[in-house]
């Protein structure tokens, strides 16, 4: 029995947020199996998460939640899709997985709490939704790219140090030229 890793929590879900929302997106079958970034915008209206729009307390029986007002820009979203192994697609090819992605659902009530959970659902298709896109990472050519090395650059202290003494020097020459100035203008 191979251990596949199943998910990953990175924060605590049981905190006062605002109410949590569900999004369901297509995606091309290889960007989940490549683990691809992707970037979505985000409809006003979402699926109500804890009665899957069927209305209830939290969404007051509409069934959505609104994550902005009406005049407001749309919210992109963008994400990696985790990468489906080999093991993983033979156990889950065709079947969706879902993004638990913070601060991105409902308002809360109280403005100094977060915003509720986006709980993506992201499915494996032959096409992917009309506002979801690809996002082409870009890799730097190898003439820009950063060589790892194992010493860390050095900073030339003895360069600097003399620079500096360079200027103090002009600086001490210039006061005394200053005073020697008010001297013998019989100003000082």
């Known amino acids: 029995m191979s251990r596949v890793q199943l998910g ?3 924060g605590a879900v049981d905190v006062p947020r ?16 490549e683990g691809a970034e992707i970037e979505l915008e985000l409809p006003r209206n979402l699926k109500c998460a804890a009665c ?4 209830c307390d939290r969404c ?5 939640i609104s994550i902005r007002g ?9 994400i990696t899709l985790p990468a489906r192994g080999a093991d993983m697609e033979q156990t889950a ?3 969706a997985i879902v993004v638990r992605i913070p601060e991105r659902g409902g308002m809360a009530d109280d403005p100094r709490l977060p915003r509720g959970l986006l709980l993506l659902q992201v499915v494996p298709a032959d096409q ?6 690809r996002v082409e990472t870009r890799i730097e050519p190898a003439a820009v790219q950063k ?38 203008s019989g100003r000082g």
């Open 52 to 55: 899957d729009g069927g209305g």
């Open 147 to 184: 060589l790892p090395s194992e010493h860390p650059p050095t900073i030339q202290a003895p360069a600097r140090r003399s620079r500096l003494l360079l200027w103090l020097t002009i600086a001490v020459i210039l006061w005394i030229s200053f005073l020697i100035w008010l001297r013998l």
């Open 70 to 78: 009406r005049k407001e820009l749309g919210e992109l979203v963008r």
């Open 8 to 10: 990953r929590v990175t």
């Open 60 to 64: 007051e029986r509409s069934g959505a």
């Open 128 to 133: 992917a939704d009309p506002g979801v896109v």
């Open 93 to 95: 090819s065709g079947r």
């Open 18 to 33: 605002g109410p949590d929302v569900k999004h369901r997106v297509r995606v091309l079958a290889e960007w989940l199996d």
